[in-house]
């Protein structure tokens, strides 16, 4: 999928169903009635409102689509989580363990492209991990197929993991196509992400499962 296509498929608030939204919000605003020191005060306040107008947005535009699979829940993350590490020393690391990948242009997309985005309030921060072609090309040449490239990448990550610390794979031997499936969701996101950025290593803006804690599998999806 070309950029073009990617953000063709976006709703703006200049399409017919973003301006129905806009108009809804208007006529809000009009029946606030605001005299001018109000109206000042929600204008000096214009950042907090569009973080809760995201809130808003993110929560009525979901699905409901297995809501009864969601609890509430108050775990959180681990006391030695700081959050993600900077691009630089996320791509560093990933050198290490899988030399041959090249970082170039990976660092010139965050600083051209990612640094740019408006991203939504639940990201952490920026995420690096490999592109599958990429340790195909490197590490496994001769798996042509696109499902066993995928069980190849994941065997791989997970023996480098292996090799690194303690760590023991339950699954080894078993991460097969019959097994083992990459989401069709996922695998288009994931083509979206290497036509864009065009690299070994992608980055993808994410979070590791706050934003969907008490929820199934299938509600999270």
């Known amino acids: 999928?070309?950029?073009?296509?990617?953000?063709?498929?976006?709703?703006?608030?200049?399409?017919?169903?973003?301006?129905?939204?806009?108009?809804?919000?208007?006529?809000?605003?009009?029946?606030?009635?605001?005299?001018?020191?109000?109206?000042?005060?929600?204008?000096?306040?214009?950042g907090e409102l569009k973080s809760e107008a995201l809130k808003l947005i993110e929560r009525l535009?979901?699905?409901n689509l297995y809501a009864s699979e969601e609890v509430r829940s108050s775990y959180t993350y681990p006391s030695e989580y700081k959050g993600p590490k900077s691009v630089t020393e996320q791509?560093?690391?990933?050198?290490?363990?899988?030399?041959?990948?090249d970082p170039e242009p990976t660092l010139r997309?965050?600083?051209?492209?990612?640094?740019?985005?408006?991203?939504?309030?639940?990201?952490?921060g920026p995420f690096v991990f490999p592109a599958v072609s990429a340790l195909a090309r490197l590490f496994f040449p001769k798996v042509e197929d696109s499902s066993e490239q995928d069980c190849?990448?994941?065997?791989?990550?997970?023996?480098r993991i292996a090799a690194s610390r303690t760590f023991c794979n339950y699954r080894e031997g078993q991460i097969t196509p019959n097994q083992y499936r990459v989401s069709v969701r996922t695998k288009h996101a994931l083509g979206v992400l290497a036509e864009m950025e065009q690299?070994?290593?992608?980055?993808?803006?994410?979070?590791f499962g706050l934003r969907h804690r008490g929820c199934s599998v299938r509600r999270a999806r």
């Open 1 to 46: 999928m070309s950029k073009t296509a990617l953000i063709t498929s976006m709703v703006t608030s200049r399409d017919p169903k973003g301006r129905q939204s806009v108009s809804v919000f208007e006529a809000a605003y009009n029946s606030a009635k605001l005299d001018d020191d109000r109206a000042q005060r929600l204008n000096e306040n214009g």
């Open 61 to 63: 535009s979901a699905t």
């Open 91 to 101: 791509v560093e690391l990933l050198l290490k363990h899988l030399p041959g990948l």
């Open 109 to 124: 997309y965050v600083r051209d492209v990612y640094s740019k985005l408006q991203l939504p309030s639940w990201v952490e």
């Open 152 to 159: 190849a990448a994941v065997s791989l990550i997970l023996a």
């Open 199 to 207: 690299a070994d290593i992608l980055v993808a803006p994410g979070q």
